[in-house]
Each structure stands twice: as structure tokens, then as C-alpha cells.
């Protein structure tokens, strides 16, 4: 009974702890490196920035309070994070109205003013039934990139997470950008958000304490001298980053319907995201047809 009692309250202490606590895994890799990463984070709509990407932005922006790993801490400390929004969500004729409310949760969230940007272009409409035109999106971010010297992008991939075709246009307008730029320069890193299958997407607070168990059976695995299965950069958010996600999502004023507030919390992307690099050149062709 004791034995099962104090087995019953180590797994309840490490799923509080894994719950309280940010992490992260691989994030050098993200960063490329680089002394002074020059991170772009691409979006389609206002409030993708907190609703999806949350975990990242706040470890980037936020001095890790978790990792005792000083040097990879300092490199973290010296992101200069950018935002890219590709429209401003006038699907119903709110734009005016959610180009304020992305201002405010990017303040939440720690974007500085001089380091963000909301595109509005006739061509590039917030529209659940239409793509965009890769051509466009590279031209479109391409002046950012070169400008601010970004040094990583990351972005929605194909699927977009909810497969809103505005999302899933992004990847491919980014590599062609990435792909079109002078061979003179370093390129940046382009990295995809990964859409998990839809079992996993709805788990809420869950997902973080399977994301970190896996970080963490990772790590031991890796002690042990086992390559550990994944080698992908991860976010893990603890309850102060889910917190500031909610307060940015709070921002979104117009976008508060029912159906949100069960999205945030229920919704693996408040808590967890996990990055793939894509390479330009696969990534920017179009797909083969059969
Ligand atoms: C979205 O695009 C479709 C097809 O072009 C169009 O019929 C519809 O009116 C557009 N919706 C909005 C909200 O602009």
C-alpha cells in the first residue's frame, strides 16, 4: 500500500513538475550557430502568433530561467526575434480592428515595435478558400529577409496545422524566397512548424508532459550512449508561458468566440512546438503530379 501510495505520488510530483517547468531540446540547431541568430517568424494571420507558436517565441524572447547550460542560454538571450504577418485578417472586415490586436500581443509577447511588420496586399487575402501564390509570398518576404539579415525563418508547413490554405502557402513562398536570394549572402535556415495528427492536437497541458517525457527518456537515452530517436528542435511551455500565451490571445478581442477558448485549452500548440529544418530547394518545387 505505502509502496504503491509513493509510487502514485513520484508520477504525481513529475507530472506537476514537468507541467510548472519550460523546456527545450535542440534549439542550437534552430539557431544555426550563429552568434547573433536573426529570427523571422512568418504568419498568415494575426493571432497565429499565439495561438501556434507561443513555446517558441516565449523561449527566445524570455531569458530561460530552466537551463543551467549558461553558454546555450546566452546564445538564446541574443535572438533578435522579427514578425512577418502576410495579411490582416480581413476575412471579415475586421482587418483594421485585428492589426491592433496583433500590435498588443506582440507587445505581450516582446516583439519590439521596430521589429514587426503586417502586410496588407489585395493578392494576399485572409481567405479560408484560397491559396497563395508562392511567387508572391517569396517576393513578398524577400526584402524583410535581406534587410534584417535574417538568419533563421520559421513557419506553418504544408498542412498548416488546421490546414487553412493561407498557412500551408507560406512554406513553400518562404524556400522560394530563401532560394532566390544572392549566392553572395548566408542564406537563413528554414524550419516548419510540425502539424501532428489531430489525435494529438486536442491534449491540452498533456502534450507537454508527454513532449517533455520524451525529452527527457531522450536525454537518458543519449547517456547511455543510444542515439535518441529524434534530433528535432522542441519547445515545451511551463504554466508562466502558457499564461502569456492566454494574455496575448486575450489581445484578440474580436477573435474571442466560444470555440477559442476551448481551442486554448485544449490545443497541443499553446504548449508544445516542434520544428523541422526543409530545405529550400525541395521544398520550393511544386508537387510532383503523378
Ligand atoms: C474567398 O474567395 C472566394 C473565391 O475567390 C470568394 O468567392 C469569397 O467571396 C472570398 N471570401 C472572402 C471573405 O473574401
Known sequence: MLAQLSLLFLFVSFVFRAALNPTDANVDALLGGVEKPRVLLLTAHPDDECMFFTPTLSSLLVSPSISKDTEKSNARRNAEVYSLCLSVGDAEGLGAIRRDELARSLDVLGVAESKRWVVDHPDLPDNITLSWDEQLVAETIRPYVLENKITTILTFDRKGVSSHPNHASLLRGAANSVASLPQTIARPRLFSLITVPVLHKYIGPFSAVLAKFDLVSGALLKRFGVQPP????????????????????????????????????FSRYMWVNEWVEVSPSSAGRPPRTA
Do not use: C, I
Not at 232 to 249: C, H, I, N, Q
Open 230 to 265: 529524434s534530433n528535432l528542435p522542441v519547445f515545451v511551455s511551463g504554466v508562466d508561458e502558457y499564461k502569456t500565451a492566454l494574455r496575448a490571445m486575450k489581445q484578440h478581442e474580436s477573435q474571442l468566440v466560444w470555440f477559442r477558448w476551448l481551442y486554448v485549452s
